[in-house]
């Protein structure tokens, strides 16, 4: 991805034309840290899982150009573990994150991109604090709501469906009776391939991570994570482990019944509001990708007591950190 002054001139359309002395600077800015690329780029959701990149001694800020601020976007620059990286915060949830991705793509000499941050729980064979690394990434929350007493319909039945009548609650006397809620069916992305032809559309649910980046990800089953806070201290020591799929939406999940749900029907791991968003934006612009979660609750818990997140956020935010710094030591600079 090369940085092309022509494009961005596309792409930001009259904010150029109302701030173009502003903007003509920002583009020698860009050209001149493109010129010192190419990079790595990480994306990260929120500040708390931020907090442990900027307090990190591997973390090093470029002395010229630490930072880069656009379209509300910080991009920080520097090194970390001695590769070149750009680092950004996208905030919460898919429309955040697709845009930070795609502007980090688009302004930047990027090789690849990292994203790592916290996620729910929905496979109750991990625990708080383990780490995972999806070789799968689906975005669940694009649906089609089927209509009540509709038995077809013009709409994708290819990946599953949520039947809301399985979830009601009956007594011993009470009979079964159809949820006016019916069934929604999960549905594809439109995607438009950047070497595809314009318009034409491709359809994607489960975008898969970088194969090389992936391989990289198994030898991190040593990393040394954190098992305590303060003195609340986890059963037994986190692990790091490469599991086959993850899954996105922008819903925090905190249910144990579609935390259930998601775990049955596509045998998912973590489930975030960013990473399917992050994968379908660099899937779109074929550049190698990979997604670190580090799980912070089991989503819904085992009672109605309050989320484990609340606990644990800054345990796996650091966790979920040190697998990224030991992912990239792996990593073999290409020029």
């Given amino acids: 991805m090369k940085f092309l002054s ?5 792409i930001l359309g009259s904010s150029i034309k109302a701030y173009s002395e502003i903007c003509q600077t920002s583009l020698k800015e860009i050209s001149n840290i493109n010129s010192h690329g190419p990079y790595i780029g990480i994306a990260v959701p ?4 931020l907090k442990p990149l900027l307090q990190s001694p591997s973390f090093v800020p470029h002395n010229k150009f630490p930072y880069f601020d656009f379209a509300g976007k910080k991009f920080r620059i520097g090194e970390l573990e ?11 949830g898919m429309l955040n994150a697709g845009l ?6 688009t302004l930047f000499n990027v090789e690849g991109v990292l994203h790592y941050g916290i996620a729910g729980n929905v496979n109750s064979q991990f625990q708080v604090g383990d780490v995972t690394i999806p070789q799968y990434w689906a975005h669940t929350g694009l649906w089609h709501w089927q209509r009540f007493g509709e038995d077809n319909g013009d709409f994708g039945r290819e990946f599953d469906y949520l039947k809301f009548s399985n979830y009601n609650n009956y007594t011993k006397h009470s009979k079964s009776i159809e949820n006016l809620l019916n069934k929604i069916w999960y549905q594809p992305e439109q995607i438009f391939p950047v070497d595809g032809t314009p318009e034409v559309k491709q359809r994607a649910f489960w975008v898969p991570v970088d194969k090389n980046y992936f391989e990289i990800a198994r030898k991190l089953k040593n990393v040394k994570l954190n098992s305590c806070v303060n003195k609340t201290c986890l059963p037994r020591k986190p ?20 935390r259930n749900h998601l775990n049955s029907k596509f045998d998912a791991t973590p489930t975030d509001m960013e990473s399917a968003a992050v994968a379908l934006v660099c899937f779109q612009h074929k550049i190698p990708f990979i997604a670190i979660r580090a799980l912070s609750d089991l989503a819904g818990g085992g009672s109605a007591l309050s989320n484990e997140a609340s606990i644990f956020l800054s345990l796996a935010s650091q966790n979920a950190f040190d697998v990224l710094v030991k992912f990239i030591s792996l990593m073999i600079w290409q020029r």
Avoid: C, H, P, W
């Avoid at 022509?6 to 596309?10: A, E, N, P, S, W």
């Avoid at 790091?240 to 019944?257: E, H, I, L």
């Fill in 100 to 105: 930070a991705t795609q502007l980090l793509l």
């Fill in 6 to 10: 022509v494009l961005m001139l596309v």
């Fill in 239 to 258: 692990i790091m482990v490469r599991v086959k799929k993850g899954v996105s939406a922008n819903v925090f999940v905190d249910n144990k019944a579609y």
């Fill in 46 to 49: 929120n500040a708390y899982e």
């Fill in 82 to 92: 001695n590769k070149k990286v750009i680092v950004v915060m996208s905030g919460e």
